[in-house]
């Protein structure tokens, strides 16, 4: 076993109805009152034929997983975790209002002598369709 806090393999998954309480509410603290998100009408003229979820709203998700993984690391309270960002976001299909998304979170990669760890994310909606992924790199702080 790893001295880390975390070893290659190690997942979580966490899932979520988008609502459109979810996407209003991301679009006012945000800002982004786009059409693609915000107005129907607008939308039902589109490709997609409906609003969308924000992309940014999915990398939130992407957020819980983290937090969710951090919780269950084998943490010695030496060090604290924190995000130094996600790399190679792709959004690779829309995600919309009713959709039932899963995050997977899987760590990949550690680098002890940086104290890092990547995890390989993977987002899929309710069909199994995947919707976006990403990579995310924790840094693990000394409290000391």
């Not at 966490?14 to 009152?33: P, R």
């Not at 039902?44 to 269950?72: D, E, F, Q, V, W």
Request: zero cysteines.
């Amino acid at each position: 076993m790893s001295s880390f806090h975390v070893e290659i393999g190690d997942s979580v998954s966490f899932s979520k109805t988008v609502g459109e309480s979810d996407v209003y509410l991301f679009a006012g603290i945000t800002g982004d009152l786009a059409p693609n998100h915000v107005d129907e009408e607008y939308m039902k003229r589109s490709s997609y034929g409906s609003r969308i979820a924000h992309g940014a709203l999915l990398i939130g998700y992407m957020s819980t997983a983290s937090s969710m993984a951090i919780a269950s690391s084998r943490t010695d309270g030496n060090e604290t975790p924190v995000s130094l960002g996600y790399d190679r976001i792709r959004f690779l299909a829309a995600v919309f209002m009713g959709d039932t998304i899963t995050v997977h979170y899987e760590i990949a990669a550690i680098d002890e002598e940086r104290r890092r760890s990547v995890a390989d994310i993977r987002v899929t909606n309710q069909t199994g369709n995947l919707v976006a992924v990403a990579q995310h790199i924790l840094k693990w702080v000394s409290n000391t």
